[in-house]
């Protein structure tokens, strides 16, 4: 070590300042064509020769040499199934710098490694990408962001977007992208959050996004932060703050002119009415809700609105209107490939039937209800339609359809299309999770098997009952014999004992009775178990 760079180091105050001076010496030692490629190396998470050659095409005759002593340098590492990567240190410290010294030749490797990760759809890939774009196009990142972070929240697809988000932030921390790009990604970090029940961290987010989007006159993020929000407090049963934050929003998207927003907002604050009883005005939203979503071609909103318009209906006891609804719901959902809409609605026509007493009627709209629910794993929905039929037919061991060959599953040729998830009713009926396990459990028409189960299961029950009823009466002429003999006079007591054969009996029944039962439990659990 020479003494210069001992100087420096004994110089530096912090152990970032002596791991640069490290880093710095390094890149000094090396020949200037290895250099350039680590300082390229950087950009990406991983690299390999190919990855080199696209970030550095002077450098591509020699991009196979230059990898290979790349990995001979102690900040290099192994990056499982991908070639390489420069150590996180260490390349934080490449990026921190070359940001400072030269941000327009971080943008243009930056640029080149956004072109190479166009290949492949896999997540990894899309995820480099996006983590590249943000530093090459910083005025037109956002799109493509938005898009990706839109079909992974709702696809549920909570890892890939959670890694999206942990790899902007490295850039975020590094104060290297735009106020859109921080506010994007917190507002997303948010939803993913909501999505999966970390209500109190979803709501510190979404506030933190507001104030950004706030910050850069962005009304639209604005109006979509408040929309969440109120989502979030309305979850929290905090009702009137739910309120007053759609009508914020509300106001937005009117003057934005975002049509879809309203629509959304308005089914909302529908759905926030309806919770409070206050059915007259949700109805109202509802059906101008319905305006906006027919104006803009939006069918799934239109279903999910007439559903919940048909809800009110029946409410009211406007049985033909709620059917009417119910119908055009069920034909939006079959056309989008909206299981679970089409299960629910199913599902709510049923009870429909059940309420005029039509209860033939009612019993097939429940079975193609329960195809679709048995379809798409959907076990609590399954459990209301089990307990519906149950209510229905005063038997809970009904024969139930099977989702095979079922005209009413929707399908296009021999592939079933995706499902959309919707908000379903039947998921919010928190009385059936009671009795979710036991009907579920319950077996189908009995049949021969079932019966001979069922013969077992009364002789075991009849000779448990006896033998304890037998216990109970030993216990009484135990204790009868017991007074008989203390009662007696001394002289007595001898013949008395003497001819006594209580002791005797008891053991005999006892012990006949023990044993039958111990016979009768191995036949019941024995024939159980046989396959």
Not at 86 to 92: A, G, I, S
Not at 510 to 516: H, K, P, Y
Request: hydrophobic fraction near 40%; glycine fraction near 4%; charged fraction near 25%.
């Amino acid at each position: 070590m020479s003494n210069n760079l001992l100087q420096k180091l004994i110089a530096a105050q912090t152990d970032e300042e002596r791991s640069w001076i490290v880093t710095e010496n390094l890149l000094k030692s090396l020949p200037t064509e290895l250099a350039t490629a680590l300082w390229a190396a950087a950009i990406p998470h991983w690299f390999d020769a190919d990855i080199l050659a696209a970030l550095c095409p002077e450098l591509t005759d020699r991009a196979e040499e230059l990898y290979r002593q790349l990995q001979t340098i102690s900040c290099v590492e192994v990056f499982a199934d991908r070639g390489h990567n420069v150590h996180e240190l260490t390349r934080n410290h490449l990026l921190d710098h070359l940001w400072q010294d030269n941000p327009e030749r971080f943008r243009d490797l930056s640029r080149k490694a956004a072109a190479y990760f166009t290949q492949g759809n896999k997540p990894e890939i899309q995820i480099e990408r996006i983590y590249h774009l943000l530093i090459a196009e910083p005025e037109n990142e956002n799109g493509e962001l938005f898009n990706l972070a839109q079909l992974w929240s709702n696809s549920y697809r909570k890892a890939e977007l959670e890694s999206l988000i942990f790899n902007l932030q490295q850039h975020i921390a590094a104060n290297r992208v735009t106020v859109a790009v921080r506010a994007e990604a917190t507002f997303w970090d948010g939803k993913i959050k909501f999505r999966f029940y970390q209500h109190q961290e979803a709501l510190e987010r979404y506030e933190a996004a507001l104030a950004l989007y706030h910050e850069i006159d962005d009304r639209l993020g604005e109006a979509n932060t408040l929309q969440e929000i109120g989502d979030v407090f309305q979850f929290f049963k905090r009702s009137t703050e739910a309120l007053q934050k759609y009508e914020v929003a509300l106001v937005s998207y009117h003057e934005i002119g975002d049509h879809l927003g309203e629509a959304n907002t308005l089914k909302a604050i529908g759905d926030v009415f309806q919770f409070l009883d206050r059915r007259t005005e949700a109805l109202e939203r509802y059906e101008l809700a319905l305006v906006f979503y027919r104006e803009i071609d939006d069918h799934l909103g239109e279903a999910n609105t007439l559903k919940e318009i048909g809800d009110i209906l029946q409410f009211f006891k406007k049985s033909t209107e709620a059917l009417e609804k119910y119908e055009a719901a069920l034909l939006f959902y079959r056309e989008t490939c909206t299981w679970l809409g089409e299960a629910n609605t199913l599902k709510a026509i049923g009870d429909v039937f059940q309420f005029l007493d039509r209860r033939t009627e009612a019993l097939e709209s429940y079975k193609a209800a329960l195809s679709f629910y048995r379809e798409i794993g959907a076990r609590l929905g399954e459990a209301n339609i089990l307990k519906a039929i149950t209510v229905l037919e005063e038997n809970p061991r009904i024969a139930l359809p099977s989702t095979q060959n079922n005209p009413s599953m929707h399908t296009k040729g021999n592939t079933r299309e995706p499902i959309i998830l919707n908000e379903p009713n039947s998921l919010n009926e928190i009385p059936a999770k009671v009795m979710s396990k036991q009907i579920l459990q319950l077996p189908l028409e009995p049949d021969e098997t079932v019966i001979r189960e069922r013969a077992r299961f009364r002789l075991v029950t009849l000779l448990i009952h006896g033998w304890v009823v037998t216990i109970i009466a030993v216990f009484i002429i135990i204790v009868i014999d017991k007074y008989i003999y203390y009662s007696t006079p001394n002289s007595e007591k001898i013949n008395i004992k003497e001819q006594s054969g209580t002791k005797d009996l008891i053991t005999l029944v006892l012990t006949t009775q023990s044993t039958l039962v111990g016979a009768a439990l191995g036949f019941y659990f024995g024939s159980r178990d046989t396959k």
